[in-house]
């Protein structure tokens, strides 16, 4: 059954760029209809099945002290920046959930590195203006003189690679293809030094600085350091991201009007060489059976992707043996047909292109090869309930993921209302390791996790874990691994080679991951469409809308003018 131009816009995904989209859209007059795969919407702050550890006598400890809803097992530790973030705040603000939504601001946090020394990062105690307030924080970091100095020497391309947050086309560069470790060595920054950075970059962005884009990286550390002394404060989400962040986007975007339908699955996307024409899904609510276009076994549609009987898997997945044949994958019984004026891919690149028909030669365009070159990443989340106190620190506590097997934790305890009740910390926990935690069961997970838990706090030896909740994000949702791509090129990935169909999710916003980044990436979508509609546009905070201290535009400029400086003498003796 087909509807046919029932809806001015269909959006695939509910997650939090599609709820974007798909609000603006909706609160501009037209008719929106959003597809969810999962039961509840929320993409990847919802994908997640949770184990639990402990007897019944630790979680009644618990439940003393807490509430049922507050054991919950949540996406942790999202640094909201408040200098970086501004789409966000603009989005909870237009919610109404700013000031209910998020902790007070937090201004400094500790840093661990693979020598197990703690360096405080705390930056609004100095005098100084930016960006040379970062300098007593460098220059009190544990670690010798010359790699404290070499630190601060990297400050200088750090900063100037970091202002391409604030130009629209920021000029193309050998730092665009190498990463930040390689960007550090080639700055002469010391081992120790690199190390300590080795630490940082996986708190504050989920990867490690091997595989983070120097030029992105830089524009991290450069927002986060250098570009103002508020740079370094940040926010939580003091509340589950369900009913604190998706539950408020359902609601008003169902008051509005919108449509969002749960448990229906995008099968196929049906289009010619320019256009969408119509999309296929599957209502998982019906209990419907596939048929193995191998085998002709059949299974329940939840089982979709893998034949039990001749272990097929179709690429609707990221198939595990890559030689098996590309077939188109099975649409199931009783499938459903939409159409519409306009389309949205809320989902990211190697959930969209398996859609597409095999047949296509859109395959072979740029656009649809660099997303389906994304590279997956296992991240796995933890929270555990200690009987008494193990620290009292307030602020993250970010570790080098390869001395630890996480990359940050803290304890919410000492930072949320809802839990300053409970006697004892509450420590939640943030590791990527990339593929190698999806060898790794989620019981021994937590024991790692507690084991290493004891190297950051010592406390925690003498102190008993009442329960302990753990999960791995399932690896063909979460995508976080870099995608080499030009500078400029991001806003330009929004539009896709089909004139009716674009893309937004959050590796396709400034930041290029992360909420900020799909509530942009959100905005830019709805805007393409409010355009061709000749409607109003949403405001979309970027460039060069960031506060960047007039020191730090001078030390760019500064060193834009060396290098020029340098190429001309380059091409004068060469010449002679």
């Known amino acids: 059954m087909e509807e046919r131009k029932k809806y001015d816009v269909v959006i695939v995904g509910g997650g939090l760029s599609g709820l974007t989209c798909g609000l603006y859209l909706q609160e501009a007059g037209l008719k929106v209809l959003i597809l969810e795969r999962a039961p509840q919407a929320g993409g990847l702050t919802s994908s997640w099945q949770v184990q639990e550890q402990g007897d019944a006598e630790g979680k009644d400890f618990v439940l003393q002290y807490l509430k049922k809803e507050d054991i919950v097992l949540q996406y942790p530790m999202h640094m909201i920046f408040r200098e970086k973030y501004p789409n966000l705040l603009d989005v909870y603000n237009h919610l109404g959930i700013l000031d209910t939504n998020l902790t007070v601001p937090l201004r400094e946090f500790n840093i661990i590195d693979s020598r197990l020394a703690k360096h405080k990062f705390k930056m609004e105690d100095s005098i100084l203006p930016a960006p040379l307030h970062s300098i007593k924080t460098v220059l009190r970091l544990r670690m010798g003189i010359i790699d404290r100095l070499s630190f601060l020497f990297a400050a200088l391309p750090i900063i100037y690679l970091g202002n391409s947050i604030n130009c629209e086309k920021p000029p193309v560069s050998f730092w665009d293809t190498v990463s930040m470790e390689a960007l550090l060595e080639r700055a002469w920054v010391t081992e120790r030094a690199r190390d300590f950075v080795a630490s940082y970059v996986p708190s504050i962005y989920n990867l490690d600085s091997i595989e983070v884009n120097a030029r992105r990286m830089a524009a991290v550390s450069f927002g986060t350091l250098f570009m103002s002394k508020r740079g370094l404060w940040y926010q939580l989400v003091n509340d589950n991201y369900i009913t604190g962040t998706v539950e408020p986007h359902v609601i008003r975007f169902r008051e509005a009007g919108g449509t969002i339908k749960l448990n229906c699955e995008v099968r196929r996307i049906i289009h010619s060489e320019t256009e969408v024409q119509k999309i296929v899904y599957q209502d ?21 992707g893998f034949c039990k009987n001749c272990g097929l898997r ?54 649809f090869q660099k997303l389906g070159r994304e590279k997956g990443a296992c991240l796995s989340i933890a929270r555990i309930f200690y009987d008494k106190k193990i620290t009292a620190e307030k602020f993250i506590t970010g570790t080098s993921r ?4 996480f990359n940050g934790c803290q304890d919410i ?18 590791a990527d390791r990339a593929e190698s935690l999806q060898l790794l069961p989620v ?62 999710n959050c590796s396709l916003g400034l930041i290029g991951i992360g909420m900020e980044s799909a509530c942009q990436a959100g905005k830019l979508a709805a805007n393409r469409i409010l355009e061709q509609e000749a409607r109003p546009t949403v405001h979309v905070y970027g460039f060069p809308e960031y506060e960047v201290s007039f020191l730090s535009r001078m030390v760019y400029e500064f060193v834009h003018i060396f290098i020029r400086a340098r190429k001309f003498l380059g091409k004068i003796l060469t010449a002679v």
């Not at 949205?344 to 859109?362: F, W, Y």
């Open 284 to 304: 998982l609510n019906t209990g419907t059976w596939i048929t193995c276009p191998c085998c002709g076994g059949k299974q329940p549609i939840l089982d979709e």
């Open 443 to 504: 019981e021994e997970f937590l024991k790692c996790v507690i084991r290493d838990l004891a190297r950051v706090w010592p406390e925690a030896e003498d102190a008993e874990v009442k329960l302990a909740l753990g999960a791995h994000i399932n690896p063909a949702v979460l995508y976080h691994k870099e995608v080499p791509r030009l500078p400029g090129e991001r806003n330009r990935l929004v539009d896709t080679p089909l004139r009716n169909l674009y893309a937004c």
């Open 314 to 367: 179709w690429t609707m997945r990221v198939p595990s043996n890559l030689t098996q044949p590309q077939i188109e994958p099975p649409v199931g019984e009783n499938p459903q047909e939409v159409s519409a004026k306009y389309y949205v891919a809320g989902v990211r690149g190697h959930q969209l292109l398996p859609l597409m028909s095999l047949e296509s030669p859109l395959r072979a365009d740029p656009y």
């Open 413 to 430: 305890a000492n930072i949320m209302p809802r839990y300053s009740k409970y006697p004892g910390s509450v420590i939640d926990v943030l």
């Open 402 to 405: 390869r001395a630890f097997c």
